[in-house]
């Protein structure tokens, strides 16, 4: 699918060959949407801004950032749909993902201090049951993550196999 035929404008700057960055626009807005980097190094990409809930959810044109996130990929990134490995919330606050935090760090018998610098990585994985289950289906992040993958056929029937947090707050990688 074409975004622009949604109203989305892309504007890429591809000054360094592996890390493209694309600001995502849309008519009737006087600022960016989104701000993806698609590291072709990583075959990744890392979402540094995401303000789509600010779009009317009646709007017909309006798409999940999860649809925006590949075709910018699709077009962008000289990569097949199917090379993407993760995908990176940076500095990204979402309030559901936030009030998780606690829960997620208590299943996994840590203590949470989000004020705590530097904050020490955790990876998480299905075997981390309760964790895995937070995130995946009781956050915005999580869901969308999932519907990525299913809704692509380029993916396969690949899953989630792991997620990072990486400061305790905002900063959460799904790796696939």
Known sequence: MDITSKGYIQI???GNPDLYVAQIWKKGFKFPLDSLELDRKSNGVGITLATNGL???DDPNRLPL???LV???RVFSKREVGDLKSVNYQEV?????VAAYPRIYSSLGRDFDP???PYAPVTITPA?????????DETPFGNGAAKM???????GDRTVTSIDLFDGHSDVQFNF
């Open 12 to 14: 890429v700057n591809n």
């Open 149 to 155: 993958l299913r809704e692509n056929p380029e993916f």
């Open 71 to 73: 075709e910018t990929w």
């Open 115 to 117: 004020s705590a610098k």
């Open 66 to 68: 999860r649809r925006i």
């Open 128 to 136: 981390d049951e309760t964790a895995w289950a937070i995130i995946m």
């Open 55 to 57: 779009e009317k959810r």
């Open 93 to 97: 606050i979402n309030e559901e993902m």
